[in-house]
């Protein structure tokens, strides 16, 4: 009786011990994707905002220079 429990609980402590290495697995996995989301969300902002500035140049000079414009 005593070899059956040893053995349960070897069993057991190899499940939570495969659990534990998945729960590690995953979250470093996560939190590096969060981090690259993060680099690539930032980059993308850059450009997204460098776009607007050029398109309220532009604009400007089409405002500054209507006259000219008119044919």
């Known amino acids: 009786v005593e070899c059956i429990k040893q053995n349960k609980a070897t069993i057991l402590a190899r499940g939570i011990s495969e659990a534990m290495h998945c729960t590690a697995f ?40 209507r006259k000219a414009m008119k044919v």
Do not use: K
Not at 35 to 53: E, P
């Open 26 to 65: 995953g979250l470093m996995v996560g939190i590096m994707a969060l981090l690259a989301f993060s680099v690539l969300n930032g980059r993308t902002q850059v450009l997204l905002d460098s776009l607007n500035q050029t398109v309220v140049n532009v604009m400007n000079l089409a405002v500054l220079h």
